[in-house]
């Protein structure tokens, strides 16, 4: 993980940057995994993805009125 940030970490900081320095992906390697939802996006109105893998949105985790109602916060962040 590289950051601009020119300080020191407090203890706790340093060591989420050093788990993020292992087990942390590159931003190529992130951007990959989502380049293919936004070149062909699901049709359904509700879709999760999970490492590049489309995960079941058909549970107990997941409630459409929380999605859409991030839906419009999205579409209102973007409008700026």
Known sequence: MSTSFS?????AAAAQVAGLKVFGKSVQESIAQ?????????VDRLSAFVEGRRIAVDNRFFDSQDAARLHKITEGLLAG
């Open 7 to 11: 300080g020191e970490y407090d203890a």
């Open 34 to 42: 989502i380049i293919p939802c936004i070149d062909s996006p699901p």
